[in-house]
């Protein structure tokens, strides 16, 4: 990717992608601001060397109309502060006369934040014209929104082809981080698949048996394959259609001396409520009515000792129903495992990086990715458009 460092700035017209794609609430406030500090380093950057700085994003799903319910304005006093105090304007479109106006007033070391760019609906279609009227507020282009990098969008894609194309600091850090897990000299190289829907998946884990050496498998996606090797599963999410897939990647996960593991214990209930009553089985012992709701603690012991042994470690989906006490501990111990580990190790995907925020170990993390869809995206081969728009 064409990276910033040596481009010059000095008072030209920075037109930057960022992914501000944060929680706000019905009152405005803003519920967590991470995906705004992920871009500071790149925001930095141009100003210290004084480029007039246009920031674009997307929030929510508006559908390609203007809603005030999905406005970036209460963005703009959130990155004045984390700015210590930068003059961010904020332009009420983010293209036509007006914007433009705007931008010709500007300063170096300025900041301007543009509105909702899902407000048109040539954001989303990547349609050329609109790609063409974002692309006449800069003089130069930089993309660091690496999670919304999958989407071929104008603000991600379209922009490039009319203006010179850069990959800012974050997007930069994520791919290469995510490189370094998948590609690492250092092994044993590990991955660990959680979550629900085994069908957004198995793509991904056919890729991983192409790069990993051992794969760990929790939460709902497992019960498909202890399913495929004849366990019953009671009343466990599993996908039925998706049995022979599974069957297939475990026959190709031993063909490749890939160790594919699958939980020997699990935690089971009748439902999923903060009342249910758990009981802990082996993996031959479900009965018909039960449901498979999180990793056992014979399973947690395994994993742990593996995850010890790991040189790096990527991990996405959480192991169990973690929004229930009853159901976290796996994806608890995993978290404590990983950040006790001395591998380099990568959360991708929302769910386990709540959990490692909640158990406050982020730091104990080599890094956690900003990029749910995207990061998996990458993980499972496919060329992220807004990547290769950056010259990858
Ligand atoms: P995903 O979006 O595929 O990563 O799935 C995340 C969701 O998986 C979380 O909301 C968990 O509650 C859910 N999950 C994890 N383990 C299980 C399980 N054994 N049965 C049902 N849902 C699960």
Redesign the pocket.
């Known amino acids: 990717m064409r990276n910033l460092r040596d481009v010059e700035l000095d008072g030209k017209r920075v037109l930057m992608r960022v992914d501000f794609n944060v929680p706000i609430d019905k009152q405005g406030n803003i519920l967590d601001d991470g995906k705004m500090r992920g871009a500071l380093s790149t925001i930095e950057h141009v100003l210290a060397h004084n480029g007039k700085l246009i920031l674009m994003s997307h929030l929510g799903r508006p559908k390609g109309k203007p809603n005030p319910e999905y406005s970036l304005k209460e963005l703009a006093p959130h990155l004045k502060k984390l700015l210590n105090g930068t003059v961010v304007n904020f332009a009420e479109d983010c293209v036509g006369p007006e914007v433009e106006e705007k931008v010709n007033n500007m300063k170096p070391g300025e900041v301007l934040l543009l509105e909702n760019l899902r407000f048109h609906a040539g954001e989303e279609e990547n349609d050329a014209d609109f790609s063409r009227q974002l692309a006449a507020l800069g003089d130069i282009y930089i993309n660091d929104a690496f999670g919304s990098a999958h989407r071929a969008h104008a603000s991600t894609v379209g922009v490039a082809d009319y203006l010179p194309a850069y990959a800012g600091f974050l997007m930069e850090a994520e791919v290469k981080m995510i490189k370094s897990v998948v590609e690492s000299p250092e092994r044993p190289r590990m991955a660990i698949m959680?979550?629900?829907?085994i069908i957004?998946k198995l793509g991904l884990i056919g890729n991983l048996l192409e790069k990993m050496d051992i794969i760990l498998i929790g939460?709902?996606m497992a019960?498909t394959f202890l399913k495929a090797q004849g366990k019953n599963v009671g009343k466990?999410?599993f996908e039925e259609e998706l049995l022979n897939e599974a069957s297939r990647l475990l026959d190709k996960a031993k063909q490749k001396n890939v160790r594919l593991l699958l939980p020997v214990d699990v935690v089971i209930a009748g439902e999923i409520s903060a009342a249910a009553d758990t009981v802990v089985v082996g993996v031959d012992e479900v009965p018909e009515e039960m449901?498979?709701?999180?990793i056992g603690p014979r399973t947690i012991e395994i994993y742990r000792e593996e995850i010890n042994q790991a040189k790096t470690i990527i991990w996405n989906?959480?192991?169990?129903?973690?929004?229930y006490e009853q159901f976290a501990r796996g994806s608890k111990e995993i978290t404590q495992a990983m950040a006790n580990a001395s591998a380099v190790s990568v959360i991708a995907?929302g769910?386990t990086a709540v959990i490692a925020h909640d158990l406050r170990l982020e730091d104990k993390i080599t890094h956690i990715s900003t990029g749910g869809g995207a990061t998996l995206e990458f993980l499972e081969g496919i060329k992220l458009p807004g990547v290769v728009a950056c010259g990858d």
């Not at 449901?291 to 999180?294: G, Q, T, V």
């Not at 989906?317 to 929004?323: K, N, Q, R």
């Open positions: 959680g979550g629900a829907k957004d939460g709902g019960n466990s999410l449901m498979i709701l999180d989906g959480p192991m169990g129903v973690y929004e995907g769910d």
